[in-house]
């Protein structure tokens, strides 16, 4: 098993996503903090993001890191899990519903397309959108 950090490189699918934790200086804290649970998009989803808010986020270092929090989660929270849980609180501050949908588990409506890669540090989920938080999509151009 790797760390968070790891298992996101070496899956080759969160590029993009891991050059924003790079650019927000997240990587010490994905490869050996925690324990923590990560709803990470991948890059096809962060390409259909317009790019003037993409570049936006990526350019404002305070924003930018309140982005990446929110996708972060204190404790380990697999799929098994997540089917009883409705909140849960981000290390941005700001809550992330979960519910059960005819597509699976959504996480603020956003379905997890892969589930539970296991981590030394925590457990990954891939989702198909990056998440804003409200007050980052209330600041949003």
């Known amino acids: 098993m790797k760390s968070i950090l790891a298992t996101l490189q070496e899956s ?3 590029a ?3 050059d924003l934790i790079q ?3 997240m990587e010490e804290r994905l490869s ?3 324990p923590y649970t990560i709803f990470a998009p991948d890059d096809d989803a962060l390409r259909v993001i317009p790019r003037s808010e993409f570049d936006a986020i990526r350019g404002d270092a305070d924003r930018l890191v309140d982005v990446l929090n929110y996708h972060i989660v204190p404790g380990v929270h697999s799929m098994i899990d997540l089917l009883g849980i409705r ?3 981000s290390l941005q501050g700001g809550d992330l519903t979960v519910d059960i949908a005819p597509e699976g588990v959504v996480v603020n409506n956003v379905p997890l397309v ?3 890669a296991w981590c030394t ?3 990954c989920h891939a989702i198909y959108t990056l998440l804003l938080p409200p007050v980052v999509r209330a600041a949003a151009p």
Do not use: C, H, P
């Open 12 to 14: 080759g699918s969160f």
């Open 16 to 18: 993009t996503f891991l």
């Open 23 to 25: 650019a927000a200086g």
């Open 32 to 34: 050996t903090g925690g």
């Open 87 to 89: 909140t849960l609180r």
């Open 114 to 116: 892969e589930s539970d």
């Open 121 to 123: 540090n925590g457990i």
